[in-house]
C-alpha cells in the first residue's frame, strides 16, 4: 500500500547492470496494478462516503479527504513507477538494435529469454524503422560511431559461426578459433554477438 510496489518494481529494475535486461518481473508488475487498483477504489469510496454525509468534496479537509489524497498520491506514485519500469526497459530494447543488429535472431538466446513478447514485437519496429531511414539515406549508421584508423582489422572466433559466410566478396568459413583479417563493418555483428573478438596490438 501507498506505493511499495511500485518503489520495489524500479528498485528490482535499477539492482540490474546498468544496460543490461534482467527478466521481466511480471509479478511484481501485476501487484503493482493490483494496488493501483486497490487506491482507486478506495479512493471511490471515500468520495461516495463524503457526498452521503452531504459534505462538499472539493473544500472539505476532514481525515476522509486526507485518506483519499493519500491514496490519490500512492496511485499516481505507482502510475510513474510502472512507466518507468517500462520506459528504461524499452530503451535498452532500442540500444540492443544499435549495438547488437537489427534482427531479432541476431539478439543472444540469454537475452531473448529476458524479453516479454511486446518488447520483442517494439524491437522488430524499432529495427523496421531504423532499416526503412537507411535504406532512404543510404548510409549504414549502426556501424562503428567512431571512425576506425583502419578499415580492416584482425579477430579470432570464439564460438563456430555457420560455414559459407560471403563477406565483401569472398565465401569465408569461420572454424572457433581461427583467426581472420576482416573489414570492420562485416565483423562488427559478429563481435557484438560475443562470436568473434578484436585482435589489437
Known sequence: MYGRKGYQLVKDFSSG?????????????DETIEEC????????????KMQQEGLDVENNRNADHYG???HHLSLIRNKRCLMAYVYNRAEI?????????LELLDLPSEIQEKLTTLEKEYFKNHSVAIKSYMGKVGIELNVDMVPP??????????????EGIVL???VTNFSRHSMHFV????????IARGQMEELTG
Open 17 to 29: 547492470e546498468k544496460g543490461q535486461l534482467k527478466p521481466f518481473n511480471s509479478k511484481l508488475f
Open 37 to 48: 487498483d486497490q487506491n482507486h477504489h478506495l479512493i471511490q469510496s471515500l468520495m461516495r
Open 68 to 70: 483519499a489524497l493519500t
Open 93 to 101: 530494447v532500442r540500444d540492443l538494435a544499435w549495438r547488437v543488429g
Open 149 to 162: 584508423k583502419d578499415p580492416y582489422i584482425k579477430v579470432r572466433v570464439l564460438d563456430d559461426i555457420d
Open 168 to 170: 565483401g566478396d569472398k
Open 183 to 190: 573489414k570492420r563493418t562485416d565483423a562488427e555483428r559478429y
